[in-house]
């Protein structure tokens, strides 16, 4: 049994979430191999190599990869697909993209967000915005899955001794372009992968309140900054903060939730965090439900002596 890892990157490194796909290959068991597509990047191709658990790395350089266009890795991802019984991406924007392309063309059904294996087969993932659980099994030869990142510890991106093959690039099909890209920069760890998270909610008040309070309480806490849908649709914050069914699903050490309410789209992206802090005025707040500590204090005078006790 032969498992292709569709490997995420910059051209330049290897995601973080590409080591928590190959975890979840690594539970199926079988031979684990990674594509990795794009120009350039073979620097990415050497550490992939090294990741524990990967016995070959296959190789596709060329200039028609190197935006990751979802048509084009589509189909090259199909073409390779040959003698693979499994074929994983992490399930993040790129991996949604491509993999439902992948599973049309080789007509079989795709099964997302998977958060636990069962066996080969037969896999765990949620539904109903995380509310249920369901064990779904695939009878299909070629099994193509999305990975939920926080559902796998990440294996280690060292160890591993893989060899690289370099396998021919498919034609460009010029289905789509990448016009643009606007790359959000900070100082802080990247929210998806960050270890601490402050977010903050509607009772924030406005975007002026949010940084005035929040930024102080990450700083101190090297922590990432995210939000609830209800700030970003109000404008306090960009939307790549967003944590939730439809924005970033994150599982840090540390979650501090901050005048949000708890709906369920909010918990869907947060619940799995290991420990989870609410500080909400309202008693009947449903993000108590899952915090393992709440406070039902006014966040304007609760957070400013939260960052002065740090």
Same mark, same amino acid.
């Given at each position: 049994?032969s498992l292709l890892v569709i490997a995420e990157h910059d051209n330049a490194s290897l995601k973080a979430a590409t080591l928590?796909?190959?975890?979840?290959?690594?539970?199926?068991?079988?031979?684990?191999?990674?594509?990795?597509?794009?120009?350039?990047?073979?620097?990415?191709?050497?550490?992939?190599?090294?990741?524990?658990?990967?016995?070959?790395?296959?190789?596709? !350089?060329?200039?028609?990869?190197?935006?990751?266009?979802?048509?084009?890795?589509?189909?090259?991802?199909?073409?390779?697909?040959?003698?693979?019984?499994? &074929?994983?991406?992490?399930?993040?924007?790129?991996?949604?993209?491509?993999?439902?392309?992948?599973?049309?063309?080789? !007509?079989?059904?795709?099964?997302?967000?998977?958060?636990?294996?069962?066996?080969?087969?037969?896999?765990?993932?949620?539904?109903?915005?995380?509310?249920?659980?369901?064990?779904?099994?695939?009878? !299909?030869?070629?099994?193509?899955?999305?990975?939920?990142?926080?559902?796998?510890?990440?294996?280690?991106?060292?160890?591993?001794?893989?060899?690289?093959?370099?396998?021919?690039?498919?034609?460009?099909?010029?289905?789509?372009?990448? &016009?643009?890209?606007?790359?959000?920069?900070?100082?802080?760890?990247?929210?998806?992968?960050?270890?601490? &998270?402050?977010?903050?909610?509607?009772?924030?008040?406005?975007?002026?309140?949010?940084?005035?309070?929040?930024?102080?309480?990450? !700083?101190? /806490?090297?922590?990432?900054?995210?939000?609830?849908?209800?700030?970003?649709?109000?404008?306090?914050?960009?939307?790549?903060?967003?944590?939730?069914?439809?924005?970033?699903?994150?599982?840090?050490?540390?979650?501090?939730?901050?005048?949000?309410?708890?709906?369920?789209?909010?918990?869907?992206?947060?619940?799995?965090?290991?420990?989870?802090?609410?500080?909400?005025k309202d008693p009947d707040a449903p993000i108590f439900q899952v915090a393992d500590y709440g406070l039902v204090a006014d966040?304007?005078?609760?957070?400013?002596?939260?960052?002065?006790? /740090?």
């Open positions: 049994m928590n796909t190959v975890a979840a290959a690594a539970k199926i068991g079988g031979e684990i191999h990674i594509l990795v597509a794009g120009v350039g990047c073979a620097a990415v191709a050497e550490e992939a190599a090294k990741v524990e658990g990967v016995t070959k790395v296959k190789l596709a !350089d060329a200039a028609h990869y190197g935006d990751q266009t979802a048509e084009n890795l589509a189909a090259l991802i199909v073409a390779n697909a040959a003698g693979y019984t499994h &074929i994983l991406a992490p399930a993040t924007s790129n991996g949604k993209n491509t993999l439902p392309r992948v599973a049309a063309l080789l !007509d079989v059904a795709q099964i997302s967000e998977i958060i636990s294996v069962v066996d080969a087969d037969t896999f765990v993932r949620p539904i109903y915005a995380g509310n249920a659980l369901a064990t779904v099994k695939s009878g !299909d030869s070629t099994k193509v899955i999305t990975v939920r990142t926080t559902g796998f510890d990440a294996v280690a991106n060292t160890g591993g001794s893989a060899a690289i093959e370099s396998i021919a690039a498919g034609t460009d099909l010029g289905q789509s372009k990448l &016009i643009g890209r606007e790359l959000t920069k900070s100082a802080r760890p990247e929210l998806a992968a960050a270890k601490i &998270i402050v977010s903050g909610g509607r009772g924030m008040g406005n975007g002026e309140n949010y940084h005035a309070l929040l930024e102080p309480l990450a !700083d101190k /806490l090297g922590a990432a900054l995210g939000a609830s849908r209800a700030a970003v649709d109000a404008g306090f914050v960009p939307n790549d903060y967003q944590v939730g069914q439809t924005g970033k699903i994150v599982a840090p050490q540390l979650y501090i939730a901050i005048g949000i309410s708890g709906a369920i789209q909010h918990l869907a992206g947060m619940k799995d965090s290991k420990v989870i802090v609410a500080i909400n966040l304007f005078q609760a957070v400013p002596e939260l960052v002065a006790g /740090l």
